[in-house]
């Protein structure tokens, strides 16, 4: 005889994204109040994570960490100090980084009402915050992102990753931190290059969600390349609130279905930082997986040209590129970059789905990629970039005008999921 | 100027717990009909893992999931044969058996809507669980508990996990199956030990929730152990029912307070595998766990001798045992098995919570333990049993009757969270 229980229940997962400043000044509650004590009056343990590449930049830090946690002490108790560690994509590669976080956490003995801080770039976030989910089946982490890309992007959702199999985020979990705080001070101290990388997000999120804020970018796409902290700021603020509203308001903060609308341009982006092993930021990588698809979009006949020629025009105008060789990588005459496309289909399951572009602001989902096409997408990209692989906007123009604008029947050679 | 915005969201679970036999008959569509398609008429991928132990015991299993999904082939997309893993403990304790399951995701290419099917004991149910939750951040998974251990209490609930650093479950995560299929068919072939070892957890769950199925326990418990499949029947599905009720209806599935009630006897059940290297069975140690927590509860005056009574009896004419040696290992006069109690407390932070017993069927927490008084606890129980560690019920009643019906002041000597 058979018999059936059913087990259902809800969780509410909610957690503040902060914009502020200056977090670690001694007389800056912020962060000291987002602590819950473990009862009345204890405070709980609470290690700080610092990406390499921010101490750096930062010295100075440590020693204000451990300034914040005397002057916080009934809120913060820091049973050692501050641990710096490899920041980038090398955290995410290695396991003996996975291993060095929870060795900490058995060595402290952190506890689920333990806090781990991380401050650092996406990656560490990722790598810190996967490290926290699986120890003792979750410890409570808080995300302090400092580049331009996790305070926009990747450090305000709800997943964490590591890399294996020589695949891109091959493990990992959803699980949203307590609390995410993006301060400004630490854009000032970023390289150029980060500072742009983190821009792409924000052009696709306006892409496939948001026409204003690409009109906001366009226009202030000079101050936003040269470090106007105002523009930036609007930026970051914007482009972080379409991703939040997104997770919480799509109804698969959890990615069960086989949409992720937030990952337009990306399928390239994942197989082109690998390709390039990992020596293009995530960033750079997008802004190429952006390009890629809308010329797609526009060779398809889905995409007007004018739209077309403005996201580019917007690409190359922030400082980003179009185009890298790794786009052309053969193996038998068959682009290596393409096999992103069945990869990205594998991450999350299910039938292909990705986002493309019927207009600017307006996303649409497609379930089937004509791999010829894309060919001749890549090919284009690949002519309107000169050899040292800066765009010329000039060149570009040409090639819009006179290169590409019928769409032709190509060869069923085409990939679908 | 600060801003924030506030994330929020619900996420909902639901799963069957399905009681059942022969599921892997052909003409059975029972598991079949719990797959779903990637979309219509395209069955997903279906990889099956069996426990060496039921390996076993069952080696036609193999064939017979292979005619099952050749039976169901426009359900199950089934791209290897079913695999034979480590069961037991020792798969929890060796990276290796995670890193065999991760490797065997990416080489069939497993996504997040094919299925991993694990077919076992607790321990490998853990692991794979753990493993399917990881691996591209989530792919499903059905467990199919072959132990009365599994069935009845952790293969039913929402927890994965994997050991590390010489602790039981320090890594995992919460992660709900896609369903549970208890198949009365696997515990036919289990040995008198493993049979005998999932009775403990319905103690347990009976003590602390519900006097009637003590009741019912106690008055059929030679039917159940000897293999009276109906009276294990019962005891298997309402102690299931207890726990996926307990997990629904708590308001705190994922433990993110400090309280685990189901966790009764557990602290030094924990322990004692541990210091037993995993030679005693979970089960086996969650009845020492029980009768020394009965004894402390009898001892501090908060469980009548009565009742004290009729729960040490329970446990000894079941055929488990109410002592083991190892809780008397002692390092510097000091018994290990008590820094159970810190270990437990850090593994789900905040104070220490302890489940405790007022009564059958009557559950309440403290937080607080007089070490002192346990180890009078341990030492009782030491004196009841005899040298070859099988309990005389006539001393239990010889030391219940004479030696310990007073509660005594004890030195302050406690231990607290």
């Not at 969780?11 to 977090?23: A, K, L, S």
């Not at 710096?84 to 009402?113: P, T």
């Not at 948001?210 to 970018?217: E, G, K, P, T």
């Amino acid at each position: 005889m058979e018999k059936t229980l059913t087990q259902s229940f809800q969780v509410t997962y909610e957690y503040p994204v902060i914009f502020t400043e200056g977090i670690f000044e001694s007389e800056n509650n912020l962060l000291a109040s987002l602590i819950h004590p473990v009862k009345e009056h204890i405070p709980p343990k609470v290690i700080f994570i610092i990406d390499s590449g921010v101490h750096q930049e930062h010295p100075e830090l440590i020693s204000k960490i451990e300034c914040y946690s005397v002057y916080h002490t009934s809120r913060i108790n820091m049973p050692i100090n501050p641990i710096v560690i490899q920041g980038g994509e090398a955290i995410k590669n290695d396991i003996k980084y996975l291993m060095s976080i929870l060795e900490l956490i058995d060595e402290q003995r952190i506890d689920r009402h333990a806090y781990l801080i991380a401050i650092g770039g996406g990656a560490l976030l990722d790598a810190v915050g996967f490290a926290a989910t699986i120890a003792h089946r979750g410890i409570k982490h808080i995300r302090i992102p400092t580049t331009v890309l996790s305070q926009n992007d990747s450090g305000v959702g709800v997943k964490n990753s590591f890399n294996a199999f020589n695949k891109k985020n091959f493990i990992g979990t959803f699980s949203p931190p307590e609390a995410v705080i993006n301060d400004t001070t630490f854009l000032r101290t970023l390289t150029d290059r980060d500072w742009l990388a983190g821009v792409s997000e924000a052009i696709k999120v306006a892409l496939i969600k948001d026409a204003n804020f690409f009109d906001f970018i366009e226009m202030h796409i000079k101050d936003i390349q040269f470090r106007n902290e105002e523009a930036m700021g609007k930026l970051i603020f914007r482009c972080a609130e379409l991703h939040v509203n997104h997770i919480g308001n799509s109804g698969d903060p959890f990615e069960r279905g086989s949409s992720r609308p937030l990952d337009f341009g990306h399928w390239a982006a994942h197989k082109l930082e690998q390709l390039t092993n990992y020596s293009l930021l995530h960033g750079e990588a997008v802004a190429v997986g952006i390009a890629l698809d809308v010329t797609y979009a526009y060779l398809s006949g889905m995409l007007p040209v004018k739209s077309w020629h403005r996201v580019l025009n917007l690409i190359h105008s922030s400082g980003l590129k179009l185009y890298h060789p790794a786009m052309r990588h053969a193996i038998n005459g068959r682009f290596e970059v393409l096999d992103g496309l069945e990869e990205f289909r594998e991450h999350l399951g299910g039938v292909l789905t990705v986002m493309m572009l019927k207009d600017i602001g307006e996303g649409v989902e497609v379930h089937h990629i004509k791999e010829s096409l894309m060919k001749k997408a890549i090919d284009l990209l690949a002519s309107l970039s000169p050899a040292d692989n800066r765009t010329s906007l000039a060149r570009t123009t040409v090639g819009i005008e006179h290169g590409f604008t019928r769409t032709s029947n190509f060869p069923e050679d085409d990939h679908h999921g």
